[in-house]
């Protein structure tokens, strides 16, 4: 039997009728046309479905949709604003941190509740946030590269090191 | 993969979801669904009904008084970690919970869920595909267990499940006295978190029908703690062991307590209780430390639940051992785990 | 020549921000109004005969628009190699393995369809398995093709030179077993496909995969249409290294159902599928016997190579051909003789994975070098040093090596990991270990590897390019067209690429064989050549020069000599189009590397690959010997790539090779136990995390190559040959001890390390 469901992503209000055993990755990708959120594995060992909830990373194939009525979801599609890019989806793309993009949706949102989390991480300490996001394309350097030239930034974008 | 269908309900207290569960054979609590949800999917377990718990409030808190720490089972683990009074009071604690899974799995994961988290082995946690290749297994339903090999003899094959606990907060929290408040439709009740785990791989906890975990209650922090969690990768895996070790000295340096349980080598946590009380009055050198991870490893009976020998995780426990009571003896003890 | 423009540059892939924005679309993220779901029915048996497939409860389930299994199907065999086919896509009396298909649903939810594969019922005849390649080999083993009654179903015994003889000259000869696990690629993004088809029968498909072109060839063959009525896009696709380049049953299914249904059909693998169902590198057994002599000379090679194939051939006879091949470089072997065999096991299927057989090898000749170096007291820098190849030089098995930088990179990642501070000098558990290698760039095999470009220049300046070439997250689609617009003069955002549509987009040979760069390159270079040259006669027309002097860059076409003399790009079309030649303005390419034969590598001598990369890797690494945990501190990559055309993409594979390389040295491992993988999850399997990733430091090598496009040379897969030997060489210098076998785990390490105790100290072998 369906439900109508109300959830609340990248700062819309959806209603969507769906079977309550759904994930919300299933939702998200099937019911609402949001794929930008990716599938690996299905059974949160890869991390490339992880979207962001109340700030907070969560494997979207192991939530329940029914589960996450009214709490605020962030999806990669929802992280550009009015046209711009977030830091991190610049330096990505910059950096060369993005081979075959699968991981990219997932280790980018991962990388920004970190962030906000903790501003100026080590080395160190970027890898253990992401170490639930397998990336078999770029060996990770380029990505910890990415993410940690977006702590230099301060909050502007654009001001970054000519490549080094 | 998709989930099987069930009913899913949003209780508003603890009391309701007490009943609920325990009216309907086929319930089961929803926390952080890490372990539930991947079960589902693999179905190893099919409720007719999801309760899920997050809809209580009050249920995560973590607070300090008198008698010790209290953490609500419904705190997120990360919440566990970056709390500053577990960073400065309980820290050990705080890196466990940052050894569990990745980063996602401790924002979603709570501290019930986890302590409850099923027990696991090669044979069980796979798909419905993957099963299908063999007859099921008792935890399943079926008749037999594949961890222990049928003997050429034809000696007797085992009986019971022998699935393995692998959660890493269990051991910490046993190691450091913890008691389990639980609420059940017969009202609360409190015990030491050791005995909430029963050994027996098909039914692992000591609960009675209807009783869900409430708060943990910590006894004031003393001595010092450790966990080392041993692990092909630095990241995602259970443990192939893990081990938990709390000690206590008096002025003159001579132990005063300790306690020593392991992850993934049993049932469910295992204390070995004889090495811990060789401890006892002793003083941490050279010998001491040879002679204490030796009986560790006597009295723990690892199984080959994962592809990991039994052999090996007897091994890694002496040398985790050694290496954890070497560490604890030595002076600077913890290694800074407020940033991690 | 004057310096380049776009090509050397660090460009970012065309597509990245697309991908960061989740606006990418891989084929899982495209619908079709209507669209049915796909399951497949896998057998649970490793080796039995399908007596009897009962659809009749799947059919019943609400939802489910079809079903079908072997009897269904043209019984029309395919293989990526046309020599080897052996497979159905549904299995027609036999499975092979645990995960052979049997059966498919079709229906309007992934859940009916989940729902319809649990309700077939199949009668089987379980059949006797065989499960390792050395008992397979044996007579009496059961036989799992009956067209190979001894299970070995491709081999190759080749020699060059003499080898009993070099052996018999020898002053020193070793002999040592090397053994390598199966592993898998691992694509983040599973395998899938959605079909469609038009009223005629023609079926569309679009498919994760990096060789559209072999795969409509494959499917036509399958579903016994022409090729003409198959059309296959390639959408984005998350990785392949190799694990998508054959057809699946889920391409064969799409199809099929959707020509059945009339409805668009998809078909999407779980992880576990992928792990178990689709490709992994062949486990190898190999015997390594070589002759020196005393000044360190590599004299002779002999090797006995036993691959398990698991249940079917795929790229087999290529595959143990180019291990036996590539033992001839990076060093002067005048002597090799090479006999190797696949064998079929009742498990998961080898197939091609980054390296193609080579890792393997390599493998066992850079570890074996290391110990050759210490027996005979030569540094193992030196001795490779003084093996190394160069180019230019006459070569045993008649291979064209037009560009060598291999000593180079030897030197440069000796020096990058501080190889003369270091060796022998750090404190014990540390230590730092080499490994060379060398790779085709786009092997001359089976006859298919021409590739197009077509080209044309549009009215407002911007360069439409078509190519076959599929981007599967390497960035071909961007290397080429920096290639396009270096040739065309024009900047990289003007190049507008469509790619990997067989309707649309010439023939590529795909995404193998490490020959995109290479191949489609020089097809956008020499398509860009042809149109440019167009317009550069009407601009000679205009400015009253001869052809020769004209220059393009920078969006101008001016005189080499005097660079203010010239038109705009814009202007010189619009003079182009109003002295009324025909537009559109095309220019069409087609490069097909020169052998000197039409070597199919299978059968002839002779040069087979266009051009040869090469590389060096040094590796750092830290064992804890209380507990055997070997950590990869540091990665130098030096590699000769001819000519980086962007640097970061290059650094890149590099990178990204290394920590696959790392992974199958210390990791990963696809553990069986009677044919079933016990661990086909991400969960258990060891891919590497970020914390486990080293720091890596890439250095490249220029060497300009003549066959390559401005220069340049493969850097997707050679890179993955050197890092797990890097590491073992490196773990001896920490620990002195030597592994034969991957992957060396923890409690490999504190095996050794015991038994290392217990024995003199002297000793060399474990």
């Known amino acids: ?164 | ?340 | 020549m004057n310096k380049l423009n776009v090509v050397g540059k660090r460009e970012p892939m065309l597509d990245a921000l697309e991908k960061a924005t989740g606006r990418a679309k891989f084929t899982d993220d495209l619908t079709l109004p209507g669209m049915l779901f796909g399951k497949i029915l896998r057998s649970p048996h490793p080796h039995a005969k399908v007596l009897h497939v009962d659809l009749s409860g799947a059919l019943k389930v609400k939802g489910v628009k079809g079903a079908i299994c072997g009897k269904d199907i043209p019984k029309k065999k395919y293989g990526i190699v046309p020599m080897a086919k052996d497979e159905y896509a549904l299995a027609i009396d036999k499975v092979r393995y645990i995960g052979d298909e049997v059966a498919a649903v079709v229906a309007t939810s992934i859940d009916a369809a989940e729902e319809a594969i649990s309700r077939i019922r199949v009668d089987y005849e379980v059949l006797p398995a065989v499960f390792d390649p050395l008992v397979a080999m044996k007579p009496g083993a059961p036989v799992i093709h009956e067209e190979v009654p001894n299970n070995i179903s491709a081999s190759i015994r080749k020699e060059f030179g003499h080898v009993e003889r070099a052996l018999s000259e020898s002053d020193f000869i070793f002999e040592d077993p090397f053994d390598t696990q199966a592993v898998n690629h691992c694509p983040l993004e599973p395998q899938a496909a959605i079909g469609m088809a038009d009223h005629s029968g023609k079926v569309t498909l679009w498919s994760s995969t990096q060789i559209p072109f072999f795969l409509r060839r494959n499917l036509a063959t399958t579903l016994d249409i022409p090729e003409s009525k198959v059309r296959i896009i390639k959408p984005k696709v998350g990785g392949g290294f190799g694990q998508k380049i054959d057809l699946y049953a889920k391409d064969f299914c799409a199809a099929f159902f959707a020509i059945k249904t009339k409805k668009p059909v998809k078909f999407v693998y779980e992880r576990e599928e992928v792990f178990t169902c689709t490709r992994q590198r062949h486990p190898m057994h190999i015997q390594l016997k070589t002759g020196m002599k005393k000044d360190g000379t590599i004299l002779a090679q002999q090797f006995k190579v036993v691959a398990d194939g698991g249940a079917y051939n795929s790229t087999a006879p290529l595959m143990i051909t180019l291990a036996c091949y590539f033992i001839m470089l990076p060093y002067r072997l005048e002597n090799l003789l090479f006999e190797g065999y696949h064998v079929y096991t009742n498990k998961p299927v080898g197939g091609a994975m980054r390296g193609h057989g080579i890792p393997q090898v390599r493998f066992a000749v850079e570890a074996q070098l290391d110990m050759i170096a210490e027996k005979m007291g030569i540094d193992p820098l030196e001795l490779r040093l003084k093996n190394a190849f160069l180019a230019g030089e006459p070569h045993p098995a008649k291979l064209l090596v037009q560009s060598c930088g291999f000593s180079d990179t030897l030197i440069k990642a000796a020096e990058g990991i501080g190889w003369k501070e270091k060796k022998g000098k750090l404190p014990f558990g540390r230590g730092v270990g080499l490994a060379g290698a060398s790779f085709p760039s786009g092997v001359s095999n089976m006859s298919h590897i021409s590739s197009g470009a077509v080209l044309k220049i549009e009215r407002d300046g911007s360069i439409t390019l078509l190519t076959g070439a599929a981007d599967i997250g390497q960035g071909a689609e961007t290397v080429i067209s920096q290639i396009a617009a270096e040739e065309m003069g024009v900047l990289l955002e003007d190049i507008r690429i469509t790619a990997a549509d067989t309707e649309i987009t010439p023939l590529d040979p795909g995404t193998f064989g490490s020959g995109v760069t290479l191949r489609a390159g020089n097809a956008a270079k020499m398509a860009a050549q042809v149109a440019k040259e167009k317009l550069f006669e009407a601009v000679a027309e205009k400015l009253e020069v001869d052809i020769h002097q004209l220059e393009a860059r920078d969006r101008r076409i001016y005189l080499k000599n005097q660079p203010e003399k010239g038109l705009s790009l814009k202007e010189a079309i619009k003079f182009y189009q109003y002295s009324d030649r025909p537009m559109p303005i095309i220019g069409r390419g087609s490069y097909l590397p020169p052998a000197k034969e039409p070597t199919t590598l299978l059968k002839e001598d002779g040069n087979f690959s266009p051009a040869y990369s090469f590389m060096t890797q040094a590796a750092e690494v830290e064992v804890d010997t209380a507990t055997g945990k070997v950590k990869v501190i540091n990665m130098v990559a030096a590699h000769d790539c001819g000519r980086a055309i962007n640097p970061m993409l290059v650094e890149g594979q590099l990178e990204g090779s290394v920590v696959g390389g790392m992974g199958q040295a210390l990791y990963e491992d696809v553990r069986t136990e009677k044919g079933q993988v016990l661990n086909p999850s991400f969960l258990d399997y060891g891919l590497p995390t970020a914390m486990e990733a080293p720091s890596i430091s890439s250095v490249e090598v220029e060497t300009d190559d003549p066959e390559g496009p401005f220069g340049a040379k493969e850097s997707g897969e050679g890179t993955q040959l050197a890092p797990a030997p890097a590491i073992i060489n490196a773990i001896y210098d920490a620990i002195g001890v030597r592994f034969k076998s991957l992957p060396v785990t923890p409690d490999k390490v504190l095996e050794a390390l015991s038994q290392k105790e217990q024995k003199k100290p002297n000793t060399k072998h474990q």
């Open chain 1, 1 to 164: 039997m369906k439900h109508i469901l109300k959830l609340h992503i990248n700062g819309e209000e959806y209603e969507v009728l769906t079977e309550i055993h759904k994930t919300l990755l299933e939702v998200l990708r099937e019911d609402l046309g949001l794929t930008g959120t990716k599938r690996g594995c299905d059974l949160g060992t890869c991390g490339a479905c992880t979207v962001l909830i109340e700030g907070r990373p969560y494997l979207s194939c192991l939530t329940l949709a029914v589960d996450v009525q009214g709490k605020k979801i962030l999806t990669i599609e929802g992280l550009e604003k009015d046209g711009e890019l977030h830091p991190l989806q610049k330096a990505f793309a910059e950096k060369g941190a993005i081979q075959c993009g699968f991981c990219t949706p997932g280790m980018i949102l991962t990388a920004k509740a970190f962030l906000e989390e903790q501003p100026h991480p080590s080395e160190g300490e970027v890898k253990k946030a992401i170490a639930g996001n397998l990336c078999r394309c770029t060996g990770y350097v380029k990505i910890v590269e990415a993410i940690l030239s977006v702590t230099d930034r301060s909050s502007e974008f654009g001001v970054g090191s000519s490549e080094s």
């Open chain 2, 1 to 340: 993969m998709r989930l099987p269908q069930f009913e899913y309900v949003e209780p508003k207290t603890l009391k309701e979801a007490s009943k609920l569960l325990a009216s309907d054979k086929g319930s089961l609590l929803l926390a952080g669904g890490t372990d539930l949800i991947v079960n589902m999917k693999h179905r190893v377990i099919q409720p007719k009904q999801v309760i899920n718990l997050k809809a209580i409030p009050k249920l995560a808190y973590i607070t300090e008084g008198k008698d010790g720490l209290r953490i609500g089972t419904l705190s997120i683990l990360r919440d566990i970690a970056s709390s500053p009074l577990i960073k400065e009071r309980y820290p050990t604690l705080g890196q466990a919970v940052r050894e569990v899974g990745a980063y996602a799995h401790q924002s979603m994961g709570t501290l019930g869920g986890n302590l409850c988290q099923g027990n696991r082995c090669r044979f069980y946690n796979q798909s419905a595909f993957w099963r299908g290749v063999r007859p099921p297994c008792f935890k399943t339903g079926g008749k037999v267990c594949y961890v222990v090999p049928v003997r050429p003899s034809g000696g007797p094959k085992s009986k019971e499940c022998h699935s393995a606990y692998c959660g890493d907060l269990a051991p910490v929290l046993i190691a450091l006295d913890a008691q389990i408040k639980i609420l059940g439709p017969e009202g609360e009740r409190s015990l030491p978190l050791k005995k909430l785990y029963t050994h027996n791989g098909k039914k692992p906890l000591a609960l009675k029908k209807g009783e869900i975990l409430k708060e943990i209650l910590v006894p004031p922090a003393s001595g010092k703690t450790l966990y080392l969690k041993w692990r092909l990768r630095d990241s995602l895996e259970f443990p192939i062991i893990s081990l938990a070790l709390h000690m206590e000295k008096d002025e003159k340096e001579r132990i005063k307590k300790a306690k020593i349980v392991f992850s993934a080598v049993g049932g469910g946590p295992v204390e070995v209780i004889e090495a811990g009380k060789m401890l006892k009055n002793g003083l941490l050198d050279e010998q001491m430390i040879e002679k204490v991870s030796n009986q560790a490893v006597k009295e723990i009976s690892p199984m080959r639940t994962s592809i990991h020998s039994p052999a090996y995780k007897r091994k890694m426990a002496g040398i985790l051992l050694r290496q954890a009571l070497e560490e604890i003896s030595s002076e600077s003890l913890i290694r800074s785990n407020s940033t991690l």
